[in-house]
């Protein structure tokens, strides 16, 4: 199992990770934002290959993650 972990509030809601995602996982929250005012990026809750797209496409250090079981 392999699941991207996000810090919100590292979020600057780009939305590259979303675009550069082969499974299509992960979408701008619709609901909330975070400490900087701005909507993170959110995991479906399946999808994810443990594939580290996301990561390499994110130019904020600690926003997004992936964790491979
Ligand atoms: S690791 Fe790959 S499949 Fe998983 S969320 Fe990131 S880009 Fe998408
Ligand atoms: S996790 Fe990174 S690439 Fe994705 S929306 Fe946030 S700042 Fe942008």
Do not use: H, Q, S, T
């Amino acid at each position: 199992m392999a699941k991207p972990n996000i810090e919100e509030d590292c979020c600057k809601g780009c939305g590259r990770c979303v675009a550069a995602c082969p499974k299509k996982c992960l979408e701008m929250a619709v609901d909330r934002l975070n400490a900087a005012g701005l909507k993170p990026v959110v995991y479906k809750g399946e999808g994810c290959i443990g594939c580290g797209i996301c990561f390499y496409n994110c130019p904020e250090p600690y926003a997004i993650r992936v964790e491979r079981d």
